[in-house]
């Protein structure tokens, strides 16, 4: 998927307002998509689109100035994307360089207890964290790589904030860290509970009222303290 249907795909149907299916989760970025690789991009919302769909939940992308007035959904996530998110023209060698080892990939963040429906990825760190993987291949491979392993530390972040939990499974998406090659493997997965417990999520979102749903114009801002405490 190149530039124009990556764009097409985060803009397409915000020209008139309405209400989606009760089982989608629209994920607001909170930056200009262009500032990101567009295959990149693209490979995101496939790997996002694929560890969930078992979970019967579907997933809008959207920039935070394409939102209308009355569009509604049954839930909402704003995603903050840091760093360059490109591999074109990167010295893998020298990247170890940019970043000390030890920070997260990527946070959810926590308020009183409460999981917040704000998420963060680190670009840089991922790239980090991929390096070996990301050696010697094509630059086609190199972007479906990153962006399936930007889109693993997402998943694990969106499994925190529809559950509710700062708990973690044992194995899989959901584990507390992630190595090079959970990112960049052909199968990296949710395990079965995760998956109905994430199934359970869906099932509630078909309870909420169109009128109790979350409105995209109201998840522009974090609240205050949000940055108290965070889960990796």
Known sequence: MFAALALTGLLAGCSVAQAHEASTVALFLDRDPSSISPEILAEMRLEIARLFSPAGLNFVWRTMDSRIYGETYPQIVVV?????CRVEGVDLLLAKRWLPGGKPLGSAFVEEGRVLPFAQVDC???LLCLRAELFGQEQQMRDRIYGRGLARVLAH???HI?????EHART???KSTHTGQDLACESFTFESE?????RAVGQALLAVAPGEQAAGENAEKRPAGAKAALID
């Open 162 to 166: 529809l559950l509710g939990t700062e």
């Open 80 to 84: 903050r994307i840091k760093g360059g």
């Open 194 to 198: 995760q998956i109905e417990q994430l």
């Open 124 to 126: 840089n760190r991922v």
């Open 157 to 159: 972040e969106l499994y």
């Open 172 to 174: 899989g998406v959901a």
